[in-house]
């Protein structure tokens, strides 16, 4: 086995684990979940749970990773000398990887809506728009060949390694991004009536508070943030002892919400200029967005065509990041637990999850590929998001804050006790008694139960 890879600065490690938790889940689910629970009151919410819930659980994931110096599976062993505990560990391995195979499929649709913008085929009426995205995402083979391309370039990234190629990569995707989604921000607040969609997300209505908004919010922070799928574990377990882990974190977690908030911006002030509907719900934008920008920017040849493909740029951008952090996840396991070459791993991860894409798009087209009455697609979906992501989260809470030995969680905190660590005390009850109990309410409000 080769010694062990570490990302070669701080810059690439904020920018690779930031690229991690930055996709489409700030990009798309993000001003979905705004438009649809109240603009602003929704954004006030989200950060407070930020803060609560996702510093603190990223700081677990960032703990038990660092500390181990190995893939997720082996670092939760390593802590749980033995016990059952050690599976938390599995599960992670487990969930990235499912979630690898269906996020694979609509990472292919962004592709296709970048060349689609190119060739025109976003043009025409609401209803030909609407068309178009039902009759490409039934296609028996066209998303698949998307979804094959996406994970090859992934593929690519991911063979070269973690300075090589995941670090080099987020260097350069992280910084496109962000110009992609202020270019498109500042371009949707000049249109006219534009005032209303930045009064939407910035000017509270507190009479939109209650219950649903505040589990929402908290439901979202966690899946923006990647917790709970071994990806934050992985990327940390190449994090030099030096890291400042908590500085690390509240840095990832401020760009993570800063692009999120971006991505209304773009978004909104552009919907509200046409008179679109805020609360279109997920098909925001494949359906909602093209025609947007035919109206918005109609009076400027050529200029909702730029914005359409640079929009769809910006979200494959953001696909992108995701699944290469995804993908190491298990291929660090393979790579690790069996002692396989980087490439023979990464082979087995791409064309194994490929294989999942494959028959998750096809059940789009096929309506017997599905089980307990949802579609493959909807199913992998909804276990992984609904389910494993907020049981991962919750175990690790409970693992890290009541489990592992406190002087071991606190040398991590304190770099072996070369910071001051003021805040470990107020990070430990957060883990212990906080986010558990958020977690819970996140994965009780999914079922209807709270």
């Not at 063979?159 to 992609?180: D, H, N, Q, T, Y």
């Not at 908290?218 to 943030?225: D, N, R, T």
Request: proline share 4%; net charge positive.
């Amino acid at each position: 086995m080769d010694k062990r890879a570490n990302f070669g600065s701080r810059l690439g490690i904020v920018l690779a684990t930031a690229g991690s938790a930055v996709g489409l889940g700030n990009v798309w689910r993000f001003p979905t979940m705004t438009g649809e629970n109240g603009g602003a009151a929704f954004i006030l919410v989200y950060v407070i749970c930020v803060l609560l819930l996702g510093v603190p659980c990223m700081l677990n994931e960032f703990i038990i990773g660092r500390r181990a110096q190995a893939n997720t599976a082996r670092a939760y062993a390593k802590l749980a000398n033995g016990t059952p505990w050690r599976f938390i560990g599995y599960f992670g391995v487990f969930t990235g990887f499912l979630i690898s195979g269906y996020y694979c499929v609509v990472s292919g649709w962004c592709l296709q809506y970048v060349f689609s913008s190119v060739t025109g085929g976003l043009d025409g009426d609401p209803a030909a728009v609407q068309q178009y995205f039902a009759d490409f995402s039934s296609n028996p083979w066209q998303p698949i060949i998307w979804l094959v391309v996406f994970f090859l370039i992934t593929h690519f990234v991911i063979v070269r390694g973690v300075e090589k190629g995941i670090e080099k990569a987020s260097k350069l995707m992280m910084p496109l991004l962000f110009v992609l989604l202020v270019t498109i921000a500042v371009a949707s607040c000049l249109l006219p009536n534009a005032s209303k969609g930045i009064s939407f997300l910035f000017s509270p209505d507190f009479s939109k508070m209650d219950s649903n908004v505040l589990l929402s919010a908290l439901g979202q922070a966690f899946y923006s943030l990647s917790l709970g799928m071994g990806c934050l574990c992985t990327y940390a377990s190449y994090f030099s002892r030096n890291i400042h882990l908590t500085k690390s974190a509240v840095q990832i977690v401020s760009i993570d919400s800063i692009i999120a908030i971006l991505a209304g911006l773009m978004i909104f002030p552009a919907v509200f200029s046409v008179g679109g509907d805020v609360g279109a719900g997920p098909s925001l934008v494949f359906i909602t967005l093209p025609n947007v920008f035919n109206q918005a920017f109609s009076a400027v040849p050529f200029v909702g065509h730029i914005i359409a493909l640079l929009f769809y740029l910006l979200l494959s951008v953001a696909a992108l990041t995701s699944l290469i952090s995804l993908h190491e996840v298990s291929t660090a396991f393979f790579h690790e637990e069996f002692n396989l070459s980087r490439t023979k791993a990464a082979t087995i991860v791409t064309v194994t999850c490929s294989i999942i894409g494959v028959f998750c798009s096809l059940s789009f087209y096929n309506a017997d590929l599905s089980l307990f009455g949802l579609s493959l697609f909807d199913l992998f979906d909804f276990t992984t998001g609904q389910i494993f992501l907020p049981l991962g989260g919750f175990l690790t809470c409970l693992f890290l804050g009541w489990y592992v030995p406190k002087r071991i969680v606190r040398e991590e905190f304190t770099n072996q006790g070369t910071l001051r660590g003021r805040f470990f005390s107020i990070y430990l009850f957060c883990v212990r008694f906080i986010c558990p109990t958020c977690i819970l309410l996140i994965f009780l409000h999914q079922f209807g139960l709270v």
